[in-house]
C-alpha cells in the first residue's frame, strides 16, 4: 500500500471489505458503490479551542484522536449502525462480492479517519478481511468552515423560538409567517448546522454558541426590524419575548 492511502490491511488472504476515508471539501470522493457513512456530524478537533493546537497536524490515526472522535454524542450509534449494516451484507455475499464502505468528514483527516479504523477494527473482530485506505490523510489542512455564520437570522430566529419550546405553529405565529414558511426555516437551520434531527439542531446550536439562554441575545444578534422577504407572507418580525 502506497504511503499516500496510509491505512491498516488485515492478515487475512482475503479482502472482503475496503474502507475509504475521505474529505468532502476536497471535492474528490471516492468512486463505486459503497455504503456511506457521514462523520460531520461528531466532535472535530480543529474546532474544539481546547483540544485544536495539539491535535490540529494530527490525524485520526493518532491514539488520542481517535478516542476524542469516538467519545462524541452519537459516534457508537454510528459506528454500531454502520457495522451492523456492512455484516448483514457480508452475510448475504455469496460470490464472494467485497462490500465497501466511504467514510467522510470535511477533510478527511480526524473524523473519518477514526471512524474508519474504528470499523475496519470491528469487522475484522468479526472475521473479515478488511483494508483501509486513507487518500485525503496527507492532504494540507482545509480552512476552517465555519459553518455556523452561514446560518440566516430568519433560520436562527426558528431555531432559538424552538429551543424554547416552541412547536411549529406557535414559531411562525411569532415570526408572523405561514407554519410551512416556519418549518423549511428550521430545516434550513438544521441542514446548516449538519444536524441530524432538530433536536440535534438546537444542540448543535448551544454547542457553538449561536444559541444564547438569555432573550436579548436573538434580539440583539438578529436585528430582525431590517430583515425582510419577498411578498408579505415572508417578512419576519422580532419575536414577542414577554409572551
Known amino acids: 500500500m502506497t504511503s499516500d492511502l ?5 492478515p487475512h488472504a482475503l479482502i472482503q ?15 463505486g458503490d459503497a455504503l456511506r457513512v457521514d462523520t460531520r456530524p461528531l466532535r472535530n ?3 474544539d479551542p481546547a483540544v485544536r493546537a ?11 484522536v481517535r478516542a476524542y472522535v469516538l467519545s ?5 450509534r454510528l459506528i454500531e449502525r454502520s457495522t451492523r449494516r456492512a455484516l448483514t451484507l457480508l452475510g448475504q455475499s455469496t460470490d464472494g462480492r467485497r462490500v465497501d464502505l466511504h467514510v467522510l468528514c470535511g477533510g478527511g483527516r480526524h473524523r473519518s479517519v477514526a471512524v474508519a479504523e474504528e470499523v475496519a477494527d470491528r469487522l475484522r473482530t468479526a472475521g473479515y478481511g478488511v483494508e483501509t485506505e486513507h487518500p485525503h490523510i496527507t492532504r494540507p489542512i482545509l480552512p476552517a468552515v465555519t459553518w455556523p455564520s452561514l446560518i440566516t437570522e430568519h433560520e436562527l430566529a426558528a431555531l432559538w423560538l424552538l429551543a424554547r419550546g416552541l412547536h411549529h405553529t406557535e414559531i411562525a405565529k411569532k415570526l408572523k409567517v405561514r407554519p410551512e414558511t416556519a ?11 449538519r444536524a441530524r434531527t432538530l433536536a440535534h439542531a438546537v ?26 422577504r419577498e411578498g408579505e407572507h415572508h417578512h419576519i418580525t422580532r419575536p414577542d419575548f414577554d409572551s
Open 203 to 228: 444542540a448543535r446550536g448551544y454547542e457553538t454558541g449561536i444559541i444564547q439562554p438569555a432573550p436579548l441575545q436573538l434580539a440583539d444578534h438578529l436585528r430582525l426590524n431590517a430583515a425582510h
Open 6 to 10: 496510509m491505512g491498516s490491511r488485515s
Open 54 to 64: 495539539r491535535m490540529l497536524h494530527s490525524t485520526g490515526l493518532d491514539p488520542e
Open 17 to 31: 471489505t475496503v474502507i475509504i476515508s475521505y474529505g468532502d471539501g476536497h471535492h474528490d470522493a471516492p468512486r
Open 45 to 47: 478537533p480543529p474546532e
Open 183 to 193: 418549518g423549511r426555516l428550521l430545516h434550513g437551520a438544521q441542514g446548516r448546522l
Open 72 to 76: 462524541s454524542p452519537g459516534a457508537e
